[in-house]
């Protein structure tokens, strides 16, 4: 608890790290009041929680699962049929058709390989397909509210203009599209400005303020059962405590790859080899190097076999595609999980350059040729430790499936054991306490080197 309080005065203490900070907690405030701001055609003092009046009004429990996933990554916007209802998933989606055509074409490849220029093109054309996602989005997420809601009577005073009215349409999708953009540009803004990973940190920032809410109706339903319930939740909170703890261990696990550099002398034959062994350090390859963003992928695609039920609504197999908690759902996601993992950890991680950074550098891994034969190995090292990772991750991803009913009772907490909600927070807290602890290590070291050389000058 010492060391944890140190470390904060640390933080405290450095100017500049403590500027970030405050600028990514306002600006997550400023989305946060934004997704409380409901459209102008709505009235929500009549409507409220449209999940809640979904789920009252005789709505199946599939439809309220998949609503209830889909308001959790907006931290309520969804259900609230706020200005931030699409929120940040347009772009993640946008992301990720940029990355799939990425593999096909030319253009796009040769972006990737021109550094920061490229980059900052690709940016670009991701902003400009967002806008392409939200406006398919958009109408679709106003025809759910017309379709679901308006049959019941209590939402007769619930739109200021008639809903089916182009006075509806039209605006309420310009003003859905500038609240997903507007929710992009304060992610990129924490990335530039703040303590970086913008847009995971405002998804993780939604996952979370759905916690409290939804553990306080866990212990609802649970204590209605008298001591027994009581008991419920102490081994529930252990059982998430112990989830988390394995969700931290996936993501941190590494497999070390040991290399050693040659000087030039030795190199040269200049120097007795049995004299000089060179500097020995490793590579780490991390098991789950993907981290959160198979999970992302696969969710932003697990909505795609929900519509096909339109087709067929008596189909029961197509059905169990909106039922977060069904095992068509979850098996598909699973095989979504480990293909992306694959994908993104083959786009992710440059073996070959890896290989060719040792070769220039003087490095080699025993008993490996440099080259050619090193990025093989590395290829083949990644690709074992990326199964089993994958495999866990999707195991975890499919957890509140086999909590939900046995051990948790409600919809919303269950999806924290596990699944999307808790992938995503722990890896994105990891994500951001090591930056900060790189940025503590680089001021230190800093320090360090102010210190040297001032007295080097003195002397």
């Known amino acids: 608890m010492k060391g944890f309080i140190q470390t904060l005065n640390n933080i405290w203490s450095l100017k500049e790290l403590r500027e970030k900070i405050i600028f990514t907690l306002g600006i997550i405030l400023v989305y946060r009041f934004a997704s409380y701001i409901s459209l102008p055609a709505i009235n929500l003092a009549e409507v409220g929680d449209l999940l809640e009046h979904y789920k009252d009004n005789g709505g199946n429990k599939q439809g309220a699962g998949l609503l209830g996933l889909l308001s959790s990554f907006t931290g309520g916007a969804f259900s609230h049929a706020s200005v931030m209802a699409l929120g940040i998933m347009p772009y993640i989606s946008a992301s990720i058709i940029v990355q799939l055509m990425g593999m096909a074409i030319p253009y796009l490849q040769k972006l990737q390989k021109d550094g920061e220029s490229g980059r900052n093109t690709l940016n670009q054309i991701t902003r400009w397909l967002t806008i392409g996602v939200c406006l398919v989005q958009a109408p679709s997420y106003l025809t759910s509210i017309t379709q679901l809601f308006l049959p019941y009577a209590q939402f007769s005073s619930a739109y200021y203009v008639e809903p089916n009215s182009i006075m509806f349409w039209l605006p309420s ?42 553990f306080m109706q866990e212990v609802a339903t ?10 419920m939740i102490l081994v529930e909170v252990l059982f998430w405590m112990l989830v988390v703890l394995l969700a931290i261990i996936l993501s941190v696990a590494v497999r070390k790859i040991p290399i050693q550099y040659v000087s030039r002398a030795q190199a040269r034959g200049g120097v007795n080899k049995n004299l000089m062994q060179g500097a020995r350090q490793w590579i780490p390859l991390k098991v789950n190097a993907a981290g959160v963003m198979p999970i992302i992928f696969a969710q932003a695609l697990m909505f795609v076999p929900g519509l096909l039920t339109k087709f067929d609504e008596s189909n029961t197999f197509l059905a169990g595609f909106k039922n977060v908690f069904s095992w068509q759902y979850n098996l598909l996601y699973a095989i979504l999980i480990i293909v992306f993992s694959f ?17 220039r550098n003087g490095g080699l891994v025993p008993k490996v040729r440099p080259g050619k034969d090193t990025a093989d190995y590395l290829d ?26 046995s ?27 090591q930056q900060i602890n790189t940025y503590l290590l680089n001021h230190h070291y800093d320090g360090l080197m102010k210190s040297k050389l001032s007295r080097t000058s003195g002397l």
Not at 193 to 205: D, R, T, Y
Not at 352 to 357: E, P, T
């Open 222 to 231: 649970q204590t209605g059962k008298g001591g027994l319930g009581t008991i």
């Open 407 to 433: 051990i948790v009772q409600t919809d919303g907490f269950a999806l924290f054991f596990g699944g999307t909600s808790l992938l995503i927070m722990v890896g994105v807290v990891l994500d951001t306490v």
């Open 343 to 359: 994908f993104y950890t083959a786009i992710t991680i440059p073996v070959n350059q890896m290989a060719d950074d040792l070769k």
């Open 173 to 214: 999708i310009v003003i859905l599209t500038a609240g997903s953009v507007f929710a992009m540009w304060l992610g990129e803004k924490i990335t530039d400005k703040g303590i970086g990973n913008g847009i995971s940190i405002l998804i993780m920032v939604g996952i979370l303020s759905r916690l409290p809410e939804s």
């Open 380 to 405: 083949d090292i990644l690709s074992k430790i990326t199964l089993p990772g994958s495999v866990f991750l999707a195991i975890f991803a499919v957890l509140p499936a086999f909590v939900h009913g």
